[in-house]
């Protein structure tokens, strides 16, 4: 269903008369970045340290439409280190995936961007975004929206390496109240990218206070290519509410589906009930399956600490049982500990994991180029 301008004005952020591209609030429909189909207008968000090849399949799954890796070191990618290419490795049932660069070198990002189009991505995504010290001491991430000339040469040298389509993720600006998201966001697509994704909180607030979507709805006004809206998506009802008010083509969800997937299947409109005990530890079982085949015994059982956290907390298992899988040392006894309480889930994983292909079969090998040959 299509709401009219006056329907968008009457939900009270819109102004009346302005010309605005009214859309459909329903989620489940497809949109487009360049010549990509999205399925859904609901994206995963890309998160450092979060968005590992499981949690993208399982946000598929759950109905995003698009899922994107965290971001990736250009710098990385130049020196062929070993586990920055890793962030590059795709899944069959991942598509459509956007793969995330950041960087400062325009030149340096072009070549990066070839490697992200050899390995299989059908985006490529650029970090302009990112707060951190360690990523804007360098150039990147949120201190290209205070270097517009930078940021649009970048994004012309990536739309002329390769062929597929070039996307953008902005804060509002650096510092608090700074509206330059609005005015680089226009050259962005000037220089050749095919969609933005807009985070609106500056890079000082962090994550504090609260994402301003009248600038995305701002944002939609300026520019012709489509807007995704990112910042405190939650809920369905959010969701509808910032696609109505704003514009925006797609909603990105973060922090609200850490641990939590089914928040992605309310938000896609499916109505899911709460999720049984079993259900969810059968999530984190496979998630453990699959994180230890990505990283390692050693570096997924570190990873993957915080999850515990996530899937179990919300009220759904006491405290104490999550400071134990804490504790423990390996992902196997994490997972005979998890089992033991929920033994129903033994027989959903089972189904779980012959329903989707398995990690062996779905992984592809990077071509040899990628690696440098060595
Ligand atoms: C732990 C964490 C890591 C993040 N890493 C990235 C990243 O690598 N690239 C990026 O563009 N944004 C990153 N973000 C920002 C999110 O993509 C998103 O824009 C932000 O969390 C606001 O959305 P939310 O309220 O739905 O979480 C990260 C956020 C969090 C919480």
Request: hydrophobic share 40%; with cysteine; aromatic share 6%.
């Amino acid at each position: 269903m299509v709401a009219t301008t006056a329907e968008v004005a009457q939900t009270g952020s819109r102004q009346v008369g302005v010309y605005h591209p009214v859309v459909p609030s329903e989620l489940r429909e497809s949109w487009f970045v360049g010549p990509v189909e999205i399925p859904t207008r609901l994206v995963l968000a890309p998160m450092a340290g979060v968005s590992v090849q499981a949690f993208r399949r399982q946000g598929r799954r759950f109905g995003a439409g698009l899922v994107c890796s965290e971001m990736v070191s250009c710098a990385g990618i130049e020196h062929r280190n070993e586990r920055t290419l890793g962030y590059l490795r795709v899944a069959e049932d991942e598509h459509p995936l956007a793969i995330q660069l950041f960087g400062s070198d325009p030149r340096v990002m072009g070549e990066a961007a070839k490697l992200v189009e050899a390995a299989g991505a059908d985006i490529v995504d650029l970090n302009f975004g990112c707060p951190v010290k360690k990523v804007t001491k360098t150039g990147a991430g949120a201190t290209l929206l205070d270097a517009p000339d930078r940021a649009a040469r970048i994004v012309s040298a990536i739309a002329e390496s390769v062929e597929l389509p070039v996307s953008v993720k902005l804060r509002r600006g650096l510092r608090d109240g700074s509206r330059d998201c609005l005015t680089v966001g226009p050259r962005l697509v000037e220089a050749g990218a095919a969609s933005l994704t807009l985070h609106p909180r500056s890079a000082q607030q962090m994550y504090t206070g609260t994402a301003d979507h009248s600038l995305t709805a701002e944002l939609v006004d300026l520019v012709d290519v489509p807007v995704v809206a990112s910042g405190d998506i939650t809920s369905r009802a959010r969701a509808q509410a910032v696609l109505a008010t704003t514009g925006a083509a797609a909603v990105m969800v973060g922090r609200a589906a850490q641990g939590n997937p089914w928040v992605l299947a309310e938000i896609a409109g499916e109505n899911p009930s709460e999720p049984t005990r079993e259900e969810i530890v059968a999530e984190l079982v496979l998630y453990l399956r699959e994180t230890v085949r990505e990283l390692g015994e050693r570096r997924a059982s570190s990873f993957l600490k915080k999850f515990y956290g996530w899937y179990l907390g919300r009220g759904r298992f006491p405290r104490p049982f999550k400071q134990e899988l804490v504790l423990l040392d390996s992902t196997e006894e994490v997972e005979r500990r998890l089992l033991a309480a929920a033994p129903g889930a033994i027989e959903l994983v089972e189904r779980l994991e012959a329903e989707i292909p398995s990690g062996d079969e779905v992984t592809l090998e990077l071509p040899i180029s990628v690696y440098g040959g060595g």
